[in-house]
């Protein structure tokens, strides 16, 4: 039964991996035009980010229609919720890469502070667990969900050890403030993509379990406010 | 809850007609002033159950109930309790709109009379027109017939004649089926209004009904080898309807059984 009602929400699922693979994408084109200083490239992929909002609205649209002519209920209810806010923080994920364009096209003639490898090596790791969080979430799979945001503290640590190695090169030589301020900027906008990956992966339980949890993940940011 | 929050209250409650056991081991309390809606596919014992909490099922031939039905606490089948006295406090609201064919005002002062009501009748009758949302649309017409008025306000009558006898309970089998969708939320805002007073029980087949005006949610299915009606799950109806712990009102729900 339901036949119609169940291939809309297939759909839907595929229509996140899309979206997943457009912001994957996305971020791993950034970085490299930036590890290359392809600012014509770092243009292209500054417009290009309206392709992934455009996408989301469109998920956001035909959830919009499923709910008014479905009336999903319990399960359907919670994926489609989930499909919603997941949709949201994929394309916020394209604003951070889009973010990383902005810095490229900003630096201008500047040359990189330091060539990049931890900072590629970020957005491979937050881009791997963004696939595989998308993958857990079109399967259903819980233990993957729980487990991918224990990963968040291999990025936080990449995160920082770029910042312990700007500020030497700040403190060496304060000239160099801006430019390391530059890639600050980036490293950051990699870090928040892996903290947005757990928020997928909290959907995930929700849609399994139908509770939701927030997962804590050992950098909480409270509970690093609240030691100091 | 306390037990004083509950109105209703079933206990291994079995329902026969004849040797067939339609509604079997049913054990849910209805809480007071709340609305609860009993779901599940058709013919699982959903109306035979409500009928069940006022002794109306004793109308229809060959039914026979066992286990008990506490009200307040008192035994609704001990052999000394009046079902007539019953039905009076725990009314009930029809599928089809059912007035008597009398005017509008007869149809509310009728059944006030006859249960020995001796206040102020026209009082009695605005009040309780009043309370069914139907005063402003009929005052000036209450001497006209009641079946004279179009389904959504003829439902609306009968609940005004339920509620004149100051029922604790009101039970409602698919009120609003016969209506279209305005009167249909009518009957639902008015459903709203009325739980402040009293104890509503309503069945529907319109999962979005139940989900829209009830309180808590009993879902009922045919179990077992005696393909019984029985009460598989009962909580509040937002868990009900976002997540269900029984996978039977999941995929009811959800329309993927029934």
Same mark, same amino acid.
Request: proline share 17%.
């Given at each position: 039964m339901r036949k119609t009602f169940e291939s809309e929400i297939q759909q839907l699922k595929d229509e996140i991996l899309v979206l997943g693979s457009m912001v994957e994408q996305a971020i791993l084109d950034n970085v490299e035009a930036l590890r290359k200083r392809d600012l014509d490239a770092s243009r292209r992929l500054y417009a290009a980010d309206a392709r992934i909002n455009a996408r989301r609205f469109a998920i956001e649209n035909q959830v919009m229609v499923l709910i008014a002519t479905q009336q999903p209920m319990a399960h359907d209810l919670r994926l489609l919720a989930s499909i919603l806010e997941i949709a949201g923080e994929l394309e916020r994920m394209g604003d951070y890469a889009k973010g990383i364009a902005t810095v490229n096209v900003r630096m201008g003639e500047q040359t990189l502070l330091k060539p990049l490898i931890d900072i590629p090596y970020m957005a491979r790791k937050a881009v791997d667990m963004l696939h595989r969080a998308l993958t857990a979430f079109v399967q259903e799979d819980a233990a993957a969900a729980r487990a991918?945001?224990?990963?968040d503290d291999e990025v936080d640590a990449l995160y920082n050890q770029v910042y312990h190695e700007l500020m030497l090169y700040v403190i060496q030589d304060p000239r160099t403030v801006e430019r390391a301020n530059w890639l600050l900027w980036v490293a950051h906008n990699l870090e928040r993509v892996a903290d947005r990956v757990t928020n997928i992966c909290e959907r995930t339980l929700f849609v399994i379990t139908g509770e939701i949890r927030e997962i804590k993940s050992s950098d909480d940011e409270q509970e690093t406010i609240q030691k100091q | 809850m306390t037990n004083n929050d509950y109105v209703l209250e079933t206990r291994n409650l079995n329902i026969f007609y004849g040797s067939f056991l339609a509604v079997t081991e049913v054990n849910i309390k209805i809480p007071r002033h709340k609305i609860t809606a009993i779901i599940g596919p $058709?013919?699982?014992?959903k109306s035979t159950l409500l009928r069940a909490f006022n002794r109306m099922n004793e109308l229809y031939a060959g039914v026979h109930t066992q286990g008990e039905v506490l009200f307040n606490g008192q035994n609704l089948y001990d052999k000394n309790v009046d079902p007539v006295e019953v039905r009076y406090r725990i009314g009930m609201v029809f599928q089809k709109p059912n007035?008597?064919?009398?005017s509008i005002y007869e149809n509310i002062a009728w059944a006030a009379r006859i249960h020995g009501y001796k206040g102020n009748m026209d009082e009695l009758v605005e009040n309780s027109l009043r309370q069914a949302a139907l005063w402003d649309e009929v005052k000036d017409k209450?001497?006209? $017939?009641?079946? *004279? #008025?179009s389904g959504g306000q003829q439902q609306r009558l009968c609940i005004a004649r339920a509620i004149a006898v100051r029922p604790e309970v009101i039970l409602m089998d698919e009120?609003? $089926? *016969? #209506?279209d969708p305005i009167a249909t939320l009518k009957i639902e805002e008015l459903m709203q209004e009325l739980k402040q007073y009293f104890t509503i029980v309503i069945v529907t087949h319109n999962m979005q009904q139940a989900a829209r005006v009830s309180d808590y949610t009993a879902m009922m299915m045919l179990t077992g080898e005696t393909r019984s009606g029985t009460v598989i799950e009962f909580d509040e109806t937002n868990k009900i309807f976002?997540?269900? $712990?029984?996978k039977r009102t999941e995929d009811y729900v959800t329309g993927r059984f029934g």
């Open positions: 991918i945001p224990t990963e | $058709s013919g699982c014992g007035p008597f064919p009398k209450l001497k006209q $017939s009641g079946l *004279a #008025l009120p609003a $089926s *016969a #209506l976002t997540r269900p $712990s029984d």
